[in-house]
């Protein structure tokens, strides 16, 4: 018969609970299951979603600022969902077309579009936009159960643009960040955050040198190779990167177009493919 000493026996336990601990993760994974470290202070809040945009106001500056809130329809309170802020560009609005990602993410992440000062997110204030952003993340993270992991930025143009200086400026808080016809913008950057880019060659409003910029950008913070896979359709993805991909995708004869039906179901399931 085996006998077991004390130093057997502690190893013995700590694989077992290794072991158990990896089968849990793992599951947890599969079954898009979030940690509890990752959950924001609103799980457990008795709330409902309808499925469509809710205006709501929130002073910023002594300045009342409109977002457009949109929680499942199914809304689970004990359930963490992906958060995706949209920034729309100049002369939209938080409910401007072309950025509906929810119509690929479905009832599985909380949406929010925000109303630009003066119909943009470039030639503001850049801490009051600053602010806006951190206020209404505070706000929802404390009304609606929200994977703090998973925090995603998706803008096109000025938005784009918007999108690149939160990545750079909130790198320690957002996950990834997706950029249509956009430059870098920030300049104390922090984190390494995951990036899609898409720039078409014939962009007259946005040069896509300005897109190359944040892609290199993007490529430096987080340590990526010059090696690259092609993913086809003139997308990218770069080798290397320590922690946080990077993908650039680049097209000709689409001028400065936000492509929608091509962008938002590849932003989506880059997003969803983030752990």
């Known amino acids: 018969m085996m006998k077991f000493t004390a130093s057997y026996l502690h190893t013995f336990i700590l694989i077992v609970c290794c072991s158990c601990l990896a089968s849990s993760v793992a599951l947890a994974n599969e079954l898009g299951i979030t940690p509890p470290r990752e959950r924001s202070t609103g799980c457990g809040i008795a709330r409902t979603g309808t499925g469509n945009f809710t205006p709501v106001k929130i002073p910023i500056l002594d300045q009342d600022r409109i977002y457009h809130l949109r929680v499942p329809s199914t809304y689970d309170p004990k359930r963490a969902y992906p958060l995706i802020f949209r920034w729309?560009?100049?002369?939209?609005?938080?409910?401007?077309?072309?950025?509906?990602?929810?119509?690929?993410?479905?009832?599985?992440?909380?949406?929010?579009?925000?109303?630009?000062?003066?119909?943009?997110?470039?030639?503001?204030?850049?801490?009051?936009?600053?602010?806006?952003?951190?206020?209404?993340?505070?706000?929802?993270?404390?009304?609606?159960?929200?994977?703090?992991?998973?925090?995603?930025?998706?803008?096109?143009?000025?938005?784009?643009?918007?999108?690149?200086?939160?990545?750079?400026?909130?790198?320690?808080v957002l996950r990834a960040s997706a950029a249509i016809a956009s430059g870098p913008r920030g300049t104390h950057c922090k984190g390494q955050v995951a990036h899609w880019l898409l720039h078409d060659a014939d962009?007259?409003?946005?040069?896509?040198?300005?897109?190359?910029?944040?892609?290199?950008?993007?490529?430096?913070?987080?340590?990526c190779s010059a090696a690259s896979i092609n993913e086809g359709d003139g997308c990218t993805l770069y080798q290397g990167c320590t922690e946080a991909p990077v993908i650039w995708c680049e097209s000709k004869g689409f001028g400065h177009n936000i492509r929608n039906e091509f962008a938002t179901p590849r932003v989506w399931n880059f997003f969803l493919n983030l752990r």
């Not at 119509?103 to 503001?124: C, E, M, R, T």
């Not at 143009?157 to 999108?163: C, D, V």
């Open 88 to 172: 729309h560009g100049t002369g939209g609005n938080g409910l401007s077309g072309g950025l509906d990602i929810e119509l690929s993410s479905g009832n599985d992440a909380i949406i929010v579009g925000a109303d630009g000062l003066n119909k943009s997110w470039y030639g503001n204030s850049t801490a009051s936009d600053l602010l806006l952003f951190d206020r209404m993340l505070d706000t929802i993270e404390k009304q609606y159960c929200i994977d703090r992991g998973r925090i995603f930025s998706y803008g096109f143009s000025a938005g784009g643009y918007f999108s690149n200086l939160l990545a750079c400026e909130r790198g320690d």
């Open 203 to 223: 962009d007259r409003a946005v040069p896509i040198a300005k897109g190359k910029a944040a892609r290199d950008r993007a490529i430096s913070m987080n340590n």
